[in-house]
């Protein structure tokens, strides 16, 4: 072979190894984005999520970062932006509760649904079941107002979730009753048999998975066996009885006669309006 044969096969080669360290490159920064891009950004006020997340355990917090004049870190104001950007039907990241059941690694983010928007404010549901109880301790004249699980939502709950902040950002929402229960006012509330049907299209949609976390409180009847399964969760609407309380089934329909509201194996789903726009002041 001559020395320009030779000399030709020396580039040829040396094109060949820089075209894939390129494709290396370009794949390493394709799987990089995808770890930390697919799902936003769980640390701070609120994030929107681009897709639905797929598993609750897949996203965690990041480095709050330098914090700015305000007070806030630059995420932080980038996810409260993303809040009030976030449409119907789209999944937001606001507050934290325990759904891995490993205590040791602190809370992880809450993932809402959001059902509806009036203006910038957002009515959301908790993505997934995240704690199991019973409705009330008793099955006599049961109701909404005066229940168990009011009480627990709206101060247990309430601070366990929320920072002060963020719970200033969670609007006193005038709850209706449904002619056997009355009127509330509430920051944290559960859906009546009507607004299930009205914000969800089908019983695939309703249908819900619990948390690690909700299993070991009861979910399932504490068949841990069946996790990843879909769960029954509580409405707040008064079933055919007094005894009794509407719910969703595991098959995602709204059962309206209802279920007796001392079992404990039904899960929760907490609904809250989110004001955005009270977060951007509190910030100033």
């Not at 640390?43 to 007070?71: C, F, H, M, T, V």
């Not at 929402?173 to 229960?181: L, Q, R, Y």
């Not at 089934?249 to 059962?255: A, K, L, R, S």
Request: aromatic letters at 8%.
């Amino acid at each position: 072979m001559t020395d320009d044969g030779r000399k030709k096969n020396t580039s040829a080669r040396a094109a060949l190894v820089i075209i894939l360290a390129c494709i290396a490159v370009l794949l390493l920064a394709a799987a990089v984005m995808v770890s930390i891009g697919i799902y936003g950004n769980g640390k701070g006020i609120g994030s929107i999520l681009r897709q639905d997340p797929a598993d609750y355990e897949s996203y965690g917090y990041e480095s709050s970062g330098r914090k700015e004049k305000n007070g806030r870190t630059k995420k932080e104001a980038e996810n409260i932006s993303d809040l009030m950007e976030a449409d119907v039907g789209s999944y937001v990241q606001f507050g934290s509760y325990e759904q891995d059941n490993d205590l040791s690694n602190g809370k992880e983010p809450i993932v809402w649904l959001v059902l509806a928007k009036d203006g910038n404010r957002m009515l959301v549901i908790s993505r997934y079941a995240l704690d199991s109880m019973k409705f009330d301790s008793s099955n006599y004249r049961v109701a909404w107002k005066n229940s168990r699980v009011r009480g627990w939502l709206n101060k247990n709950f309430l601070n366990s979730a929320f920072s002060e902040e963020e719970i200033s950002a969670i609007v006193d929402s005038a709850v209706p009753g449904d002619g056997k229960t009355e009127d509330t006012t509430d920051k944290v509330f559960l859906l009546s048999a009507d607004e299930a049907d009205e914000y969800f299209s089908s019983d695939s949609e309703r249908a819900c998975t619990p948390t690690k976390y909700a299993v070991e409180n009861g979910a399932y009847g504490g068949e841990k066996k069946r996790s990843g399964t879909h769960c029954k969760w509580w409405l707040r609407s008064t079933g055919n009885a007094y005894c009794a309380i509407a719910c969703v089934t595991g098959g995602g329909e709204v059962c309206r006669p209802g279920i007796i509201a001392t079992n404990t194996d039904v899960c929760i789903r907490p609904a809250i309006w989110i004001d955005p726009d009270k977060l951007d002041q509190n910030g100033k």
